[in-house]
């Protein structure tokens, strides 16, 4: 949506792609678009806005996702004005994800805190309809887990997280703690809190990688 709009207005199977989106809403099913955006500037060209309302038409929903960018949107003021236009345009905010351990990071890369404090700062100045949006949220081995604050447990500083999609579902919405750790900008710099030796999902994440690997040479 955000770095080819082209595929919905312009291409040369555009109308045949937006057509197909049309038939599978009218036969009454549900068809969820993951649109990209990294800023609020990606949704004003006419191009994209021609997207969004074609991709509309059809009946689908269009939910955004947005990884927290340093020196692109790590601001909470960029994300309130993108979440409330998505909402205006019809969009459904869904995800702020943590920048993951992945290429040019060092550039990009934000503390886990610092995201935090964004979408802290930022959910609490728009509506109700805009807090659709999960986050901030890590894309990890084991699943998303998601930043749910920091707080301090029995003297000790902690982040208190939480999974909200996972490989095993019965770990979804448990909550577990790290020490807290201001510089930590992705989980494997988390440690467990309170003198814990590992993270609740640990022995079996790693049992299940074990299974993974042995099923495959063989
Ligand atoms: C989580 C995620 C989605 C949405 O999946 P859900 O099951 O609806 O949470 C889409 N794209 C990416 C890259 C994701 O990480």
Request: aromatic content about 12%.
């Given at each position: 949506?955000?770095?080819?709009?082209?595929?919905?207005?312009?291409?040369?199977?555009?109308?045949?792609?937006?057509?197909?989106?049309?038939?599978?809403?009218?036969?009454?099913?549900?068809?969820a678009i993951m649109?990209?955006?990294?800023?609020?500037?990606?949704?004003?060209?006419?191009?994209?806005?021609?997207?969004?309302?074609?991709?509309?038409?059809?009946?689908?929903?269009?939910?955004?996702?947005?990884?927290?960018?340093?020196?692109i949107n790590n601001?909470?003021?960029?994300?309130?004005?993108?979440?409330?236009?998505?909402?205006?345009?019809?969009?459904?905010?869904?995800?702020?994800?943590?920048?993951?351990?992945?290429?040019?990071?060092?550039?990009?890369?934000?503390?886990?805190?610092?995201?935090?404090?964004?979408?802290?700062?930022?959910?609490?100045?728009?509506?109700?309809?805009?807090?659709?949006?999960?986050?901030?949220?890590?894309?990890?081995?084991?699943?998303?887990?998601?930043?749910?604050?920091?707080?301090?447990?029995?003297?000790?500083?902690?982040?208190?997280?939480?999974?909200?999609?996972?490989?095993?579902?019965?770990?979804?919405?448990?909550?577990?703690?790290?020490?807290?750790?201001?510089?930590?900008?992705?989980?494997?710099?988390?440690?467990?809190?309170?003198?814990?030796?590992?993270?609740?999902?640990?022995?079996?994440?790693?049992?299940?990688?074990?299974?993974?690997?042995?099923?495959k040479t063989h």
């Amino acid at each position: 949506m955000s770095f080819w709009p082209q595929r919905y207005v312009s291409d040369d199977d555009a109308y045949s792609l937006l057509e197909l989106l049309e038939k599978i809403t009218k036969a009454g099913k549900h068809v969820a678009i993951m649109a990209h955006y990294n800023h609020c500037r990606e949704m004003t060209t006419p191009l994209a806005r021609e997207a969004m309302q074609r991709l509309r038409a059809t009946g689908v929903v269009i939910r955004t996702q947005s990884p927290l960018l340093n020196h692109i949107n790590n601001d909470p003021d960029v994300w309130v004005r993108m979440w409330r236009e998505q909402v205006r345009l019809g969009l459904v905010p869904y995800y702020m994800f943590v920048e993951r351990d992945t290429g040019a990071r060092r550039y990009f890369e934000v503390s886990l805190v610092r995201a935090w404090e964004v979408y802290r700062r930022a959910i609490q100045r728009v509506s109700g309809l805009t807090r659709t949006v999960r986050g901030p949220s890590m894309s990890t081995g084991p699943g998303k887990v998601e930043i749910q604050g920091v707080s301090e447990i029995q003297g000790e500083k902690v982040f208190v997280l939480r999974s909200i999609q996972a490989r095993n579902p019965d770990w979804t919405q448990w909550p577990f703690y790290a020490q807290f750790d201001p510089d930590a900008t992705w989980p494997e710099h988390l440690k467990p809190a309170f003198g814990e030796k590992q993270f609740f999902l640990q022995d079996e994440y790693e049992a299940m990688c074990r299974n993974k690997s042995a099923a495959k040479t063989h």
